[in-house]
Structures are given as C-alpha cells and as structure tokens.
C-alpha cells in the first residue's frame, strides 16, 4: 500500500471534517508506505496544522532526521509521520508479507485472529492482491471494533494484471447493506493525473460513465462504519439480483453490458 496523493487528500480533507478516530488503534492491510507524489514540504505544513501542539516540534524533527538520513526504510519512516500528524494512533499494526521486518506475516487467504479489535481498519490496495476475497472481507469486519471505521481504496478500472480483481460499485454498496454499514464518504480517483470525484450514490458512477468521465485507470475508495451492534459479518447478495436497487441502477446494469 502506497501514500499516494489520493489517499493524502482523503485523509487531510477526513481530518479537516473531524471524521478520524484519533488517539485509537489501527489495522494496516498492507503496511503503508509514502509514494513520493506529494511535496515533503506539504507533510511538513501539515504537522504544524494538525498535529497537537506539544508534538509539533518532536515530529518536525523526525521527519527531517529521516529524509536527510535516506535510509533503505525511509519511505515506511515517514508513512508512520503521516500517520502521527493526521491519527496520533496509539498503536499501528500491519499485515503485508513485503512490508518492514514490524508487519505480521499472515496469509489473508486464511482467517486470522488477533485476539483484539481497532478503530480503524484500512485496506488501500491489498485486497485485490488476495484470491479469498470474502475471507479478507470478513478479517476487516472481525478486526473492527462496533462504531469504528473500514476504508478501503482498490482498483476499478484497468490496472491490467496488477492484482487478481478490480471492483465494481455494487461490491461497496452490497457489502455495506447487507452488514449494516453506514457508508460515509465515496470517492471516483485517479492517480496520474490526480482526480477525486465525490460519489453521491452509486448512480452518479453511471452518470459517470455515460458521459465518459471515466478514465482507463481508475479506483474507488470507500470509507465505511460497522454498526454499534456486533453482528457477524454476512456475505452480500448482488443488488441487482436481490432486487435491491433503484431502477436507473437496474437500466444501467442491463445498458452498460
């Protein structure tokens, strides 16, 4: 998982609007690294507007020992200074068999029990890496405490053979129904050249497409909230099957094939 522009605009706009849990514990699938597509000197900014006050100066400094020292980890290094500037978690765990020597090496095929729960889930490129999809998916729910936060950000469209799946729409808005999550934030991206287009609902991503905003290479990212009661996770039914979407959403589904 990469720090890209993306998911840096996402976080700082989330953290403008107050919406991240802070002070909590997070769960990285993936073990984030910073991408290289945003000025250092942004991130510098930033630690001055929204890091606490007391921490200001000891953050700065971090991240000026680490770019200064170009370690071969120097890309993780600053990951956690995002991290610091824009949750102040109080503890970070990863999973990634490619990540630092930190990340727990576990098959997401498989499920996995870490015997504890976070305020925050994130899955930013990892998933569609993993064939047992439903298996990740409901590693994500186990691991979210009742009232905390999923985000997830994979591909859409192209990203030929980067991993085994893209994602449609109806895979976030079937997931979140039939499990309860309340879906706060949708965003259309694009990497190069940066693009983000907020989805009011998953028709706009037909209005979209119609009208050929939609690039060769795109991805969604989805920012979920499981429900306070802790049900268990329940595999979704396609809404288009299930009869559980609108009628412009059922047109579209028979005109875009």
Do not use: C
Request: charged share 20%; net charge negative; glycine share 6%.
């Amino acid at each position: 998982m990469a720090i890209t522009g993306i998911e840096y605009n996402l976080f700082r706009n989330l953290r403008e609007q107050n919406s991240l849990p802070q002070g909590g514990d997070v769960l990285e699938l993936g073990e984030a690294n910073w991408y290289g597509d945003v000025d250092i000197k942004q991130l510098a900014q930033d630690i001055y507007r929204f890091a606490p006050e007391d921490r200001r100066e000891a953050l700065f400094r971090t991240l000026d020992e680490v770019t200064q020292a170009k370690r071969p980890g120097m890309l993780w290094e600053i990951a956690r200074v995002f991290w610091q500037i824009f949750l102040q978690p109080r503890s970070m765990t990863a999973i990634d068999f490619d990540g630092t020597d930190k990340a727990l090496k576990l098959d997401l095929n498989n499920p996995v029990d870490l015997q504890r729960q976070f305020h925050l889930v994130t899955n930013l490129g990892t998933v569609e890496h993993v064939f047992n999809v439903a298996q990740a998916f409901k590693t994500i729910h186990d691991h979210t405490l009742p009232g905390g936060l999923m985000m997830h950000g994979l591909p859409f469209t192209g990203w030929l053979d980067h991993g085994f799946y893209n994602f449609n729409p109806t895979f976030y808005w079937d997931l979140a129904a039939a499990n309860g999550y309340v879906m706060l934030l949708a965003v259309y991206a694009e990497v190069t050249p940066l693009k983000l287009v907020q989805l009011r609902d998953r028709e706009h991503v037909f209005e979209m497409a119609k009208s050929g905003q939609i690039g060769a290479n795109s991805l969604i990212y989805i920012v979920l909230q499981r429900p306070l009661e802790p049900l268990p996770f329940r595999i979704p039914m396609q809404g288009y099957y299930a009869k559980a979407i609108s009628r412009k959403a059922s047109e579209a589904w028979k005109n875009f094939r």
